[in-house]
């Protein structure tokens, strides 16, 4: 099996402990790389793998059937915090100066990343679950 630098592997075991399954991250690529899984349950545990050990998910959803992984992270030596869905930019998010209110640019369009969402983040950053400069 090959794994490439800048990989990380985790091993589930089944209830039996001999069964194993692995996936790899690779540069915030997750993917099932050994073992024979039902597709249901081989999403289920690359979810449950992503949302605990992937330091860039601030979020998780489904969007028609799709897998969305959100990433929301301020700027280092800037004054906004940059969106992206599946390792893709998609915005920014900023802070106004002058009403000290937040605000989003769209740069590509994400028909995930509804008006709810946004103001979500918007909530989140306000009450420092996504932490910014």
């Given at each position: 099996?090959?794994?490439?630098?800048?990989?990380?592997?985790?091993?589930?075991?089944?209830?039996n402990?001999?069964?194993?399954?692995?996936?790899?991250?690779?540069?915030?690529?997750?993917?099932?790389a050994?073992?024979?899984?039902?597709?249901?349950?081989?999403?289920?545990?690359?979810?449950?793998?992503?949302?605990?050990?992937?330091?860039?998910?601030?979020?998780?959803?489904?969007?028609?059937?799709?897998r969305?992984?959100?990433?929301?992270?301020?700027?280092?030596?800037?004054?906004?915090?940059?969106?992206?869905?599946?390792?893709?930019?998609k915005?920014?998010?900023?802070?106004?100066?002058?009403?000290?209110?937040?605000a989003?640019s769209?740069?590509?369009?994400?028909e995930?990343?509804?008006?709810?969402?946004i103001?979500?983040?918007?909530?989140?950053?306000?009450?420092?679950?996504?932490?910014?400069?």
């Amino acid at each position: 099996m090959h794994r490439s630098i800048g990989s990380s592997d985790y091993t589930l075991y089944d209830k039996n402990g001999v069964s194993i399954y692995i996936f790899r991250n690779t540069m915030g690529n997750w993917e099932h790389a050994y073992g024979k899984l039902a597709d249901d349950v081989r999403e289920a545990c690359l979810d449950a793998l992503i949302l605990r050990f992937d330091r860039n998910c601030t979020e998780m959803f489904y969007y028609k059937g799709e897998r969305q992984v959100v990433d929301i992270s301020f700027a280092a030596g800037g004054s906004s915090w940059h969106v992206l869905v599946n390792r893709y930019h998609k915005g920014s998010i900023k802070l106004s100066d002058m009403t000290m209110e937040l605000a989003y640019s769209e740069h590509n369009r994400c028909e995930a990343l509804t008006c709810e969402r946004i103001e979500k983040y918007f909530r989140w950053i306000r009450e420092g679950k996504i932490k910014g400069g």
